[in-house]
Structure formats: C-alpha cells, structure tokens
C-alpha cells in the first residue's frame, strides 16, 4: 500500500518562493509516475508537473520555468519547488503515484491529503 503525505504549504506573497515535500511509503515497484496536482476552489484538479522513476520530468506550461519537481536519492521524497509564484498558484496541492505512462495524464492509484497554498499581492 503506497501513502503519500504533503507539507511545506503556506503564505507567501506574489513572486516569493515555497517547496513542498511528499513523503512516500510503500512505493516499492521500480516503474511508477509521481506528480503534483492542485485544486482552486470552484476550479477542475488539474496536473502541474509529473516525474518518472528515471527522473524524467514534464510540466504544465502555466509552471514551466517557475515549478521545478524533483525525488530525493532514496526515491522516499517529492519535492515540488515553487519559484516566481502568482496569484493564479493559490491551491490546495496533492502529490500523487500511478503506475501507467507518465504524463500529465497519468491514472493515479494513490493521492495525498493536500496542502493549502496561498499566494497573495
């Protein structure tokens, strides 16, 4: 059974920085797609950045250049570092894990809490 908990969410002004991390158990199979989705309120959940057990990785254009997602060594850890951040960020953010081709599409098997994340001018 894979569990995934988020942390790092906060308050941050526009153009600051957050990272926020995933802590994963259980992910012992070698092929898998971890990624980072949010929520606005009143707005579909939709898919920011995704990562491969190679490390190859794939973002949403509206975070490309700013969002950097990432695993630590032990493959135990995501991370999603949020640079330049706007207005248009403010969500709930979930990481989450699938086992299929990873893409910003990717059927997830197991999804996370959340974490609020909340930019403000």
């Known amino acids: 059974q894979v569990q995934l908990v988020e942390s790092g969410g906060g308050s941050v002004q526009a153009g600051g920085s957050l990272r926020l991390s995933c802590a994963v158990t259980?992910?012992?199979?070698?092929?898998?797609?971890l990624g980072w989705f949010r929520q606005a309120p009143g707005k579909e959940r939709e898919a920011v950045a995704v990562?491969?057990?190679?490390?190859?990785?794939t973002y949403a254009d509206s975070v490309k250049g700013r969002f950097t997602i990432s695993q630590d060594n032990a493959k135990t850890t995501l991370i999603l570092e949020m640079n330049s951040l706007k207005l248009e960020d403010t969500a709930i953010y979930y990481c989450?894990?699938?086992?299929?081709?990873?893409?910003?599409?990717?059927?997830?098997?197991?999804w996370g809490q959340g974490t609020q994340v909340t930019v403000s001018s």
């Open positions: 990562i491969n057990a190679y490390n190859v990785t």
């Open positions: 259980g992910l012992t199979y070698p092929t898998y797609c």
């Open positions: 989450a894990a699938g086992f299929t081709y990873c893409t910003l599409s990717f059927t997830v098997a197991y």
